[in-house]
């Protein structure tokens, strides 16, 4: 059946949201394989689609271009409610996620900030193949690991220029330590209020950003003590900006843009 559908990026980070709102969710694995393909379909890292909720504004699913789900993206989170607040013309919402309740506002700039909940650092949370220090995993590099709703590897390197991301990437993403595999993150810390991030995502590759990765990445450079509580993450595509006081929830800030809004064929 044909989809309605809206192509979004946020700093290069491309989702398409399909708005099913009043109907049952029309998307499966294999639809969402087809979509993503960049050759074939749409092409997107993630798929959000939007159900009807009785306690949020929506509720939203996710799906990665490679047919999986996920419990959360903060890139397509910040699109969904961009799409929503300016339907609306109100300047918040609350959207429903396998994570949760995420209180989205519309900042000042036009940027929107998302409530990403509180990280999880318990093993079994992650999840871990066995319990561990997530703080500093048994990996060569020693990286450091959490969730935020969708699980999280972390790299601290000197130098970003001489890591070969397209080779530690999908190995350490597949490591038999990460039973639902794991995002890979690459950070080289400018200083306590800025860091460069290369990203490794599970499902996708090799990605320009991810709201998601962006918090995992900062978190766990604040938990080593590298950071401050408020910090620019530099991606590929462009930056944003996340806040985590060490004991609650992790705030990420940045743009969101329309790309495009298209129909899928019959065939899909």
Known sequence: MPLNFQKMHANGDDFVIVDSRHS????????????????????????????????????????NADGSTLDVCGSATRGAADMLMRESNV?????????????????????????????????????????LDTAVLPLAGSPAACSMGNPHCTYFVDDLAVVDIATIGPAIESNPLFPLKTNVHFVQVINRKHIRLRIWERGAGIALGSGSCSCGAAVNGIRRGLLDSCVEVECDGGSVMVRWDGVGAVFLIGPVEVSFSGMTADSY
């Open 24 to 63: 049952d969710c029309p998307v499966t694995s294999a639809m969402a394989r087809r979509m993503g393909d960049r050759h074939r379909g749409v092409g997107f890292n993630q798929l959000a689609v939007l159900l009807d909720c009785d306690d949020a504004d929506a509720r939203v699913m996710f799906w």
């Open 91 to 131: 300047m918040s919402i609350t959207l429903r996620t396998h994570r949760g309740l995420l209180t989205c506002e519309r900042t000042s700039t036009g940027e929107i900030s998302v409530d990403m909940g509180q990280p999880l650092f318990n093993w079994r949370d992650i999840p871990l193949a066995r319990e």
